[in-house]
């Protein structure tokens, strides 16, 4: 299948420090993409740069062989939708309200029956007229993932090619809704749409994404499978940490867990 | 890749709470109100028309009767114009407010507050000063020079502004409100100095706008405005969306398809334009632009679609009140109008810091 997505050799710069350092990526469709990395990595960055946010200073990105700088704002829209990992809003707005935002100008009857199955499916009809400013943290999250799916569906009903790009999207919720969301976003690859999304996590990578791109110091340590990436190896390589990652079965996603921990050499630069 | 195309197959059961539906109804009450209230003020002042006499008076042609003709005087040269241009001061500082607030991404951002005002007042004063010299005669009878003048002074502060109080797509609320003293103080420093320069006439012309007054209003005067206004009440329209996104955050727009940077542009502009036509009228009348659209939120939603209309509205209704009641309760006196609005204006907005005062907002 041909790429929708691909970064060419793009590097990033802040001052005099290499954020994204010659990044080469290319995405299909129906990928479950986790970006993983210490801090400072450059996940983010590489988020960023991927939703058109942020323009590399070397390289190219391409959405469907098209350079991403030649997208109109409103074209990428419907292209792509992308969480960001906070967003304080000081307005009353009701959750329905920013969920309805997700659907652009498209007209309301043609977008509504999507807003309503979204916020069933995210567990939100019952806050749906409360103002979003009342709400906890997570569910504000909650309500922002939901405007990013409506986006996400209304995009592909013009014909977009549904990528989807989140930063964090766990952070802050509970167990249950952290994977209810892994579900959501694992259904939404099997029909079709791209899902990039970066994790601090790394179970939670393992189980949400069918490839792991591991960064470290704005370079690519290594790009496949979860058991391929999730490594001790790599645990000690990138994370500086001596630590075995396991496997339920040979067919399940590897995990890592802290009490397996040998010895801490060093922690993350 | 089949199913990409169909990913929700469910229709809508009941409908979603739309807090927007009621919207238009309060619209309606409010143009109807300022109809109301537009005729009670006419009416009431040092001499009083009563309702019978006002509408003989306003739909005859001056001719029948001296009493019906004095009335026919008054009404045309000092009510009605006064009148017009409180609530077209009030709907363009309630507007502006509004715009500001959307931008900036707090409620309270203020032309008067921020220093907006304080430009446009400062590029009105100078373009008494060097205008007058320039030109030979008083500026007070280039009516249109004034708003064009302050329009671009209300516009370089507001650019200034957001440059300091934005960094990466956030705004802090703080640094607007400390950066917008220090501009307003930078301001009146200029003004204060142009007071030096200026000579008797020119000095009386500034004086009368600094107090902050519906009381020079005239049909030039108003003439100048309407443009303003009239832009302003039409690009609303276009706008509402692009700042119901803007307030997610920039990147947020940015990701919902806003092209930002020529959205940003253009709201500097509109709240320069409909600051600096207030200014250069009326002076700084203060506050208006923080009440009006805070409760307007509690009525109708914060969606801008609706808000920045009725915002207009309900300020052209809440300066008409104010600057009624400022030429009334002391009659034959009259007190400056900026003292009304501050009187309401001033708690309210301690109200809303107290409010406000979580991590959160600051």
């Known amino acids: ?269 | 890749m089949t199913a990409r195309n169909a990913p929700f197959e469910v229709t809508a059961r009941h409908s979603l709470p739309r807090r927007g539906m009621s919207s238009s109804a309060v619209m309606v009450l409010m143009v109807g109100t300022l109809i109301i209230a537009g005729v009670i003020s006419m009416s009431i002042g040092a001499a009083g028309i009563p309702p019978g006499r006002l509408f003989a008076a306003l739909f005859s042609a001056g001719g029948d009767g001296t009493l019906t003709a004095r009335d026919h005087l008054i009404l045309f040269s000092i009510r009605l114009p006064r009148v017009a241009m409180a609530s077209m001061v009030g709907a363009l500082l309630a507007a502006a407010g509004a715009i500001m607030q959307g931008l900036f991404r707090n409620p309270l951002a203020d032309p008067g507050l921020v220093g907006v005002s304080a430009g446009a007042g400062l590029a009105a004063a100078a373009m008494i000063v060097f205008g007058d010299r320039a030109l030979q005669s008083s500026v007070m009878g280039w009516p249109f020079l004034l708003p064009v003048a302050a329009f671009f002074g209300a516009l370089a502060t507001t650019a200034a502004l957001y440059r300091i109080a934005t960094w990466q797509g956030r705004t802090s609320i703080a640094i607007m409100l400390l950066a917008g003293l220090a501009l307003g103080a930078l301001a009146g420093a200029g003004t204060g100095l142009l007071v030096f320069l200026a000579d008797d006439r020119q000095l009386r012309d500034i004086t009368f706008w600094m107090l902050g007054s519906i009381a020079g209003a005239t049909w030039p005067k108003i003439f100048a405005i309407a443009p303003f206004l009239a832009g302003l009440l039409l690009s609303t329209s276009f706008v509402g969306r692009g700042l119901d996104l803007l307030v997610l955050g920039e990147s947020e727009a940015f990701h919902m398809g806003i092209a930002v940077e020529r959205l940003k542009r253009f709201l500097i502009v509109l709240v320069a334009a409909a600051a600096g036509a207030a200014v250069s009228v009326s002076g700084v009348v203060g506050f208006v632009g923080i009440v009006v659209p805070h409760l307007l939120r509690l009525v109708i939603g914060p969606s801008h679609a609706w808000l920045l209309p009725a915002s207009a509205c309900c300020g052209a209704l809440l300066l008409l009140v104010a600057d009624t009641v400022a030429r009334t309760i002391a009659a034959p006196a009259e007190l400056p109008i900026g003292i009304v609005t501050a009187v309401v204006g001033a708690p309210f907005f301690l109200f809303l810091l107290l409010k406000q005062r979580s991590p959160l907002a600051l």
């Open chain 1, 1 to 269: 299948m041909s790429p929708v997505l691909e970064a060419e050799s793009i590097s990033v710069l802040l001052g005099s420090k290499t954020l994204l350092d010659h990044i080469n990526l290319s995405f299909t469709p129906g990928e479950a993409v986790a970006l993983v990395g210490p801090n400072g990595a450059g996940k983010s960055t590489l988020l960023r740069v991927l939703a058109g946010e942020l323009k590399p200073r070397f390289g190219c990105v391409r959405l469907d062989g098209q350079e991403l700088v030649s997208y109109s704002p409103q074209r990428l829209a419907e292209h792509r939708a992308v969480l960001s990992q906070q967003v304080n809003i000081v307005f009353p707005f009701t959750v329905a309200d920013v969920v309805r935002m997700g659907a652009g100008q498209q007209r309301a009857e043609k977008t509504e029956a999507v807003v309503e199955a979204t916020l069933t499916e995210l567990d939100l009809l019952d806050l749906a007229g409360h103002a979003i400013t009342t709400l906890s943290g997570g569910e504000r999250q909650r309500a922002h993932f939901a405007r990013v799916l409506v986006q996400l569906a209304c995009g592909q009903s013009l014909g977009g090619l549904g990528i989807l790009l989140l930063d964090e999207p766990t952070n802050s919720l509970d167990l249950r809704h952290q994977l209810g969301m892994l579900e959501i976003l694992r259904r939404r690859a099997t029909q079709g749409a791209l899902v990039i999304a970066v994790f601090h996590d790394l179970n939670l990578a393992s189980v949400f994404a069918t490839r792991i791109v591991v960064l470290d110091h704005g370079r690519i340590d290594c790009d496949g499978r979860p058991d391929e990436t999730i490594t001790d190896r790599m645990l000690k390589r990138v994370f500086g940490i001596e630590m075995a990652a396991s496997k339920a079965t040979a067919s399940t996603a590897p995990f890592v867990l802290p009490q397996t921990m040998t010895a801490a050499k060093r922690f993350s630069t």
